[in-house]
């Protein structure tokens, strides 16, 4: 998270993240998965705007800063109870007993229903925003606490650290000094996929891969052996729901990446390159192909 003060509001940029490992290690009685992944911040971000109101109302805008060849409206995107900015809003109200009130603006470059956590690093924002914009002075452990309630990712937003390999529901953090630099190609199809609808179709793996060899090969610079490691226990369940994910399975099966996949339960499909020219060329052939929405991006350090 990025934090800056412009007049009299408080600006936090939210970014996205990419799954490179994940298992789904087993179902819980409570109806979640144990998962162990490894996700890392990428440069691309949400931005949103807080700025104190005269009343006790939380009012969110949206505003669309992508192209509008992703087929997204802004009018899709709901602004009341629905949306976890307000959701994180109300939520440190009943936790404080606090009862100011926010205009939040957010400007949204993060694809949604794409596996790239857009809505749990706003929902992030929302809390470290509005915890310094109210002046409430709630610990970051706090926070960590309040973020369970809103999304098993939005923990991960609020660790500190742009690579952890998360456990349990994805609440349980792991921080990883990971210093080499990732290059990413990422596609999305117009479609989405629901993440409860994915898990659905999941098999558990409670006795699979590990996570170790990427971190390994990754914390000592091997960028294409730890590319060699990337793992999605979703993208099975996802390409059986999703045409449009198993067509971007084959067209990167073509292409000269060091390794891809899903990123979580998708629709946004990634493609680990040798560097960021290299991701520019293969990005040029993907919108060539068609597809709406093609990002080159790298991980956060």
Not at 60 to 72: D, Q
Request: proline letters at 5%.
């Amino acid at each position: 998270m990025f934090f800056r003060w412009s007049d009299r509001a408080l600006i936090v940029d939210a970014p996205a993240k990419l799954n490179l490992f994940l298992r789904i290690v087993r179902k819980r009685p409570d109806g979640f998965h144990d998962i162990d992944t490894v996700m890392s911040t990428i440069n691309l971000f949400d931005t949103l705007e807080f700025s104190a109101s005269n009343d006790n109302e939380i009012r969110l805008t949206v505003e669309l800063a992508v192209s509008p060849m992703t087929g997204v409206s802004v009018d899709t995107i709901p602004t009341g109870p629905e949306n976890l900015v307000v959701r994180a809003a109300e939520l440190l109200r009943l936790h404080t007993g606090a009862t100011p009130g926010a205009d939040v603006r957010l400007i949204k470059r993060i694809p949604s229903a794409a596996g790239m956590g857009g809505g749990s690093s706003d929902a992030a924002a929302a809390l470290l925003g509005l915890n310094a914009l109210w002046g409430l002075g709630l610990s970051t452990g706090e926070l960590v606490g309040l973020a369970a309630q809103l999304g098993s990712d939005v923990a991960f937003f609020l660790g500190g650290s742009t690579t952890a390999r998360c456990t349990g529901r994805g609440e349980i953090l792991e921080p990883l000094n990971l210093p080499e630099f990732l290059h990413f190609v990422v596609a999305k199809p117009q479609a989405g996929l629901s993440t409860p609808l994915v898990y659905k179709h999941c098999r558990p793996d409670t006795e699979g891969l590990s996570p170790e060899g990427l971190i390994a090969a990754w914390s000592r610079g091997a960028v294409a052996e730890a590319a060699r490691c990337l793992h999605n226990g979703l993208q099975a369940p996802a390409e059986s729901l999703s045409e449009a994910i198993r067509g971007l399975r084959e067209i990167f099966d073509r292409l000269p990446v060091l390794g891809h996949q899903l990123s979580g339960s998708g629709t946004a499909y990634f493609g680990v390159c040798h560097n960021r020219g290299q991701a520019l060329q293969i990005a040029g052939r993907l919108r060539s192909a068609g597809y709406p929405w093609v990002f080159v991006t790298r991980s956060c350090t």
